[in-house]
């Protein structure tokens, strides 16, 4: 009964629109009353979730990506990517894309990327003579190699649920990233092809090289957070705050873009971000707390063992329910809400937790771009300024190529743990 | 006067999320630096994790009226008229109730604090624990505010703060 009234309350609060984070308190203190068990609980597993070491990182990680988003980086980065790949057929698509691949090592956002690449990008192949609906559409898909490119924030988050460290997860992403913006690279150019989009003139080794020592100073940010997770010279956080102290001398000294008169509004906007994350993952520790106690994440397992033990049967299940949660719900609280149950799922099958925890962000990264909820699709049709319908028509190819990499990434492990045993074995 | 108290109390949530994220840079800038030249202070992880809990009991209130508090909004948002401003209404009325019935057992956790320190700084835990409280008053007031605001028709969904006022 208790449990019943927790799913109620939980699935009525999603579907009248009221705050997932709310939602989850909501449902867990119905369950708490039904029970007779003590209010107290709640704060006291609010504190512990938030009080993670790992979670730390997190405030930082938003700054240092909105220090460089504001700080210059996107016309140095589209240059560069457009000496290396612009002169092949459909050259600016594949300058959207790369430029989106090495945005992502930056910061890690997909509406970031979308709001800034698309707002250079999509009214210069318009310009160009690219479709409106293509030029939408590709940077809408390609903006979501962003958090799967390290660093990003789901993959810290799924670090904290899963206790595995953050460089195994950023590292664990790396292979599938690369692998999404090439299939896109690919879908993009034989899309070109057959439409006879335009290409640019092959502007020189000499422009490559003048390019890559604009884009450097960015580019070099991803290093550094990789150099210092890896190293292990430095925990999360610290590596976090000194990309944002590096990202700000950057912007505001080397680029002089970033208005210093800015700067505490950038702070406060990303503490604001980092808040409603913390306070997300807050209170769903609590729903947590539930669904652990009641075994429930046991009783999923229990019953799809029931149907079917095959490994590749419940993968394609869980990739389906994630691909489904994912068209309505927001990334980060799908992970939250999903991850320990199906993990129990995927471990039950033999999966290993750091190949599961890769797989279910880049199927959760998919939902970004997928119609009614995908907000990457209403930053760039509103950018593009034309309805929803053409970008979803328009993005349908390279949603294609995204899912055969998420079947690749779900079948072949290696994909996803071959880098980080290697480094951090 | 509605939006004169969603500038005030947004620019003083703003300026409280504002100071935790500089204490939480300090200390972490102060472990590293320490470290680089000797040894960093013992106190610094636990500062920084106190200040990550205070950041987010000052932003979360804002983070509401934002829209970084994200809902599934594909059903509520898709209604006729007046429907999906009634719901949001219905949504800060629920954060509302749910945030002062917590508060009692938040007061509680608070007084649980008296009984300790934090190892490191030495400090009373139930200035920590006061974290858990603020953040559920500041989604409360917030709740409220936002059906206030909502009932007005008032346009919040751009941040305010109180220099752009």
Redesign the interface.
């Given at each position: 009964m208790e449990v019943a009234v927790l799913f109620a309350v939980f699935i009525a609060?999603?579907?009248?629109?009221?705050?997932?984070?709310?939602?989850l308190?909501?449902s867990s203190?119905a369950y708490l009353l039904f029970s007779d068990i003590?209010?107290?609980?709640?704060?006291?597993k609010?504190?512990a979730g938030?009080?993670v070491?790992v979670?730390?990182s997190i405030?930082?990680f938003i700054?240092a990506g909105n220090l460089m988003n504001n700080g210059g980086i996107t016309e140095r980065i589209i240059r560069f990517a457009n000496a290396l790949v612009g002169w092949i057929r459909g050259g600016l698509g594949l300058t959207n894309i790369g430029a989106s691949m090495l945005f992502g090592g930056i910061t890690g956002t997909a509406v970031a990327d979308a709001a800034s690449i698309g707002g250079v990008m999509i009214p210069g192949m318009k310009k160009a003579g690219y479709p409106a609906d293509f030029s939408a559409a590709v940077t809408a898909a390609s903006s979501t190699v962003g958090p799967i490119i390290p660093p990003s924030v789901p993959m810290i988050i799924v670090g904290a649920l899963s206790g595995i460290s953050v460089g195994k997860m950023f590292l664990a992403g790396a292979v599938p990233g690369i692998l999404m913006g090439v299939g896109m690279m690919v879908t993009c150019y034989v899309v070109s092809v057959r439409r006879n989009f335009p290409k640019q003139e092959w502007q020189g080794v000499g422009e490559i090289g003048r390019a890559f020592g604009g884009a450097f100073w960015a580019l070099a940010m991803t290093g550094i957070i990789l150099y210092g997770l890896l190293s292990g010279i430095?925990t999360p956080?610290?590596t976090a705050?000194?990309a944002?102290?590096y990202a700000f001398i950057v912007g505001a000294f080397v680029y002089r873009e970033l208005p210093l008169r800015l700067v505490?509004?950038i702070?406060?906007?990303?503490?604001?971000?980092?808040?409603?994350i913390?306070?997300?993952v807050?209170f769903a520790n609590v729903f947590g707390w539930i669904l652990v106690s009641e075994r429930i994440p046991q009783a999923i397992a229990d019953g799809v063992l029931s149907i079917t033990d095959n490994p590749i049967l419940v993968i394609l299940m869980i990739n389906i329910l994630l691909l489904f949660i994912g068209m309505?719900?927001?990334t980060i609280?799908a992970l939250i809400i999903l991850f320990v149950p199906l993990l129990s799922l995927a471990t039950a099958v033999g999966v290993d937790p750091l190949h599961f925890a890769t797989f279910a962000v880049l199927n959760l990264m998919i939902g970004l771009t997928t119609p009614?909820?995908g907000v990457c699709l209403f930053v760039c049709a509103g950018i593009a300024k034309l309805p929803l319908t053409p970008v979803v028509r328009a993005i349908f190819p390279f949603l294609l190529s995204n899912l055969i990499v998420l079947l690749m990434v779900s079948y072949i492990p290696a994909l996803a743990t071959w880098l980080p045993t290697q480094i951090l074995p | 006067m509605l939006r004169r108290l969603n500038s005030f109390m947004t620019g003083l949530c703003r300026a409280g999320a504002l100071t935790a994220f500089a204490v939480l840079i300090f200390a972490v800038l102060l472990q590293v630096v320490g470290r680089t030249i000797g040894t960093s202070p013992v106190w610094t992880e636990e500062l920084t994790r106190f200040a990550l809990i205070y950041l987010t009991a000052f932003g979360v209130g804002v983070a509401l009226l934002t829209g970084d508090l994200v809902n599934v909004d594909a059903f509520c948002d898709a209604l006729p008229g007046e429907w999906p401003r009634y719901l949001r209404m219905f949504a800060s009325a629920a954060t509302a109730v749910l945030c002062l019935a917590l508060l009692p057992g938040a007061g509680k956790y608070v007084k649980i604090g008296m009984l300790q320190n934090s190892p490191a700084m030495a400090m009373p835990m139930e200035f920590i624990h006061f974290s858990v409280w603020l953040l559920l008053a500041m989604l409360a007031a917030f709740g409220i505010l936002r059906f206030c605001l909502d009932w007005a028709r008032i346009d919040y969904r751009r941040p305010m703060t109180g220099e752009e006022e």
């Open positions: 609060g999603l579907f009248i629109g009221i705050p997932v984070t709310i939602t308190g909501l203190m003590p209010l107290v609980v709640m704060p006291q609010i504190y938030i009080d070491f979670l730390l405030p930082g700054l430095a956080t610290e705050i000194v944002s102290v505490p509004k702070v406060t906007d990303s503490a604001v971000s980092a808040a409603a913390l306070a997300l807050g309505f719900m927001e609280a009614p909820v | -």
